[in-house]
C-alpha cells in the first residue's frame, strides 16, 4: 500500500498554509514589538507596557513553534513522498516452477533436436615417450706421438713452468730456449697443449698439466 495523490496534495498545502501563518506571525510581531518599543519609550514604568510586552513574549513563542511544525510536515511531506513513488515487489508464482513447467523436449525444433547427441568419450591415447638416441661415450683419442721439435719444447716449458702458477711466455722465447726454428714453434706448442701436458691461460700465459 502507498501514500495516494490526493493525500500528497493535502500535506502539501497543509505546509503551505503552515508557511503563512508564520508569515503572519512574524509581521505580528514586528508590529507588536514597535508599539512596546514606543510603549516603554513613553510610559517605563506603566502597566500597560508590561502587558504589552508579554503579549509580545506569547506571539514570538507561537511564531517559533509554527517554524517547528513546517520544519517536521517538511520530514513528513518527503517520508510520504518516498512512499509513493516505491514500486510493489513482483510477486513470482510459485506455480511456474512445478515439473509441469519443465520444457519438453518437443519445444524444441526437429533440427535442434537431431543436432544434440551425446558422443562417447574417446580414451585417451598414452603419450609415447620420443625415442632418445643413446649418448655414447666418444671414443678416447690416441695421444699423438710428439715430434722431436714437440720434445723439445716440452722439456724446455717444464724446466720454467709449474703447476701452480702461470707464467707468460713469449713464442720466440721458447722457441730460443727449446733451439728450435722459430717458423716451429707455434705447431709444437700446441701440440704439447693438446697433449694435456701443458696448459694456456690468457693469451701467452702457461703452467704444467
Known sequence: MSISPKTLL???????????????????????ASRVVHMVASEPFGNDADRAYAQLRSIARMAHELQAMEEQLKTLYGSAMELAAAEPPVLVDLSDRSPRARVQPSALGVEEA????????????????????????EPARPRQ?????????????????DRRSWKPLTQVAIADGAGIPKGSVGLALRRVIDAGMVREGQKGNYRLG
Open 114 to 137: 537431431q543436432d544434440v547427441q551425446i558422443k562417447p568419450v574417446q580414451p585417451k591415447q598414452p603419450l609415447r615417450k620420443k625415442a632418445t638416441a643413446s649418448v655414447t661415450a
Open 10 to 32: 493535502l500535506l502539501q498545502k497543509a505546509g503551505e498554509n503552515l508557511y503563512a501563518a508564520r508569515n503572519a506571525l512574524a509581521q505580528d510581531v514586528q508590529q507588536h
Open 145 to 161: 706421438r710428439l715430434s722431436a721439435n714437440d720434445q723439445k719444447v716440452l722439456a724446455y716449458l717444464k724446466q720454467v713452468l
